[in-house]
């Protein structure tokens, strides 16, 4: 383990150790637990191979969430791969604040009683999924414009045991409710947001392997934003709220674009765990 995690430092791995006993846990499928328990058991040729192999995908700058097929996200475990974007923790404080609007009453009466979410261009699911579990009554909706990114979705739904309550709809945006009626009471996203032109200066486990279409928000990388913004309205009930997930550099453009459509009373930035302002949020209209 000492010389994987050396020979890894010195290929610029970063968390060398860490993603050493990942690789090896995947490999003999034990937890790194289990792997401190046994630590003096020698390995078999064919598990040393397969653990060689696992470490040469690695310093190929392949993600590790890719090489094991798991990332968590809100505590959960969720299956990933190269369709979907590997969740970030970052982007849990969409969860975290939409808690906070039930938690504080925010969120608008609904008729029938029970809340509305669309998490649109769900990706991997996560949001979706954290949400189920997290808002037990509430019907959800998780769009995307990838089949592929869908298929995971609903993978990690069933795994959850929450694919009951999510229908899952395939469009570019607001495409995927052009036949439905239905309005929501929150709407949350973490859609495409790197500007096209700096794409390519990405780390290579993000350009080389994840999917561009998940990531690239074309000129300034505001052309998703902007379009949830402006036709997002349309899709809430009065008093809805709209939470998306953007580059800091990007929010305060966010806020006046919000002003701008006169469709929303109150708005607002909130900052992740750096510190950084992440996440932008408004509330629509009452009438």
């Given at each position: 383990m000492n010389v994987t995690t050396e020979f890894l430092k010195q290929k610029e791995i970063e968390s060398s150790r860490l993603c050493s006993e990942v690789l090896l846990s995947h490999q003999l499928k034990k937890s790194r637990v289990e792997l401190y328990l046994e630590f003096d058991r020698p390995l078999r040729s064919d598990e040393i191979s397969g653990f060689r192999s696992l470490i040469k995908r690695r310093i190929n700058r392949e993600p590790l969430q890719y090489i094991t097929g798991h990332q968590e996200f809100w505590s959960l475990d969720f299956l990933v791969n190269p369709a979907v974007l590997v969740p970030r923790p970052?982007?849990?404080?969409?969860?975290?604040?939409?808690?906070?609007?039930?938690?504080?009453?925010?969120l608008p009466d609904s008729a029938s009683g029970q809340?509305?979410?669309?998490?649109?261009?769900?990706?991997?699911?996560?949001?979706a999924v954290s949400l189920a579990k997290e808002f037990e009554s509430a019907a959800l909706w998780a769009s995307d414009i990838s089949a592929?990114?869908?298929?995971?979705?609903?993978?990690?739904?069933?795994?959850?045991?929450?694919?009951?309550?999510?229908?899952?709809?395939?469009g570019d945006l607001w495409q995927a409710f052009d036949n439905s009626p239905v309005t929501f009471d929150m709407i949350i996203s973490n859609p495409p947001y790197i500007p096209a032109d700096t794409f390519d200066t990405l780390p290579a486990e993000v350009c080389s392997y994840e999917p561009r279409i998940a990531l690239d928000g074309h000129e300034k990388g505001m052309h998703f934003i902007e379009r949830i913004i402006t036709q997002g309205g349309d899709y809430l009930k009065p008093g809805g709220w709209l939470l998306?997930?953007?580059?800091?550099?990007?929010?305060?453009?966010?806020?006046?674009?919000?002003?701008?459509?006169?469709?929303f009373r109150s708005k607002a930035r909130l900052m992740d765990y750096r510190k950084k302002y992440r996440m932008v949020k408004a509330q629509k209209n009452n009438g």
């Open positions: 970052e982007t849990e404080i969409l969860v975290e604040e939409a808690l906070r609007l039930k938690q504080d009453n925010l809340l509305t979410i669309l998490d649109l261009g769900t990706g991997s699911g996560a949001i592929e990114a869908l298929a995971v979705a609903r993978e990690n739904a069933e795994h959850h045991t929450v694919s009951e309550r999510i229908t899952f709809c395939q998306i997930e953007m580059d800091p550099g990007q929010t305060e453009q966010a806020l006046e674009l919000i002003d701008a459509t006169q469709s």
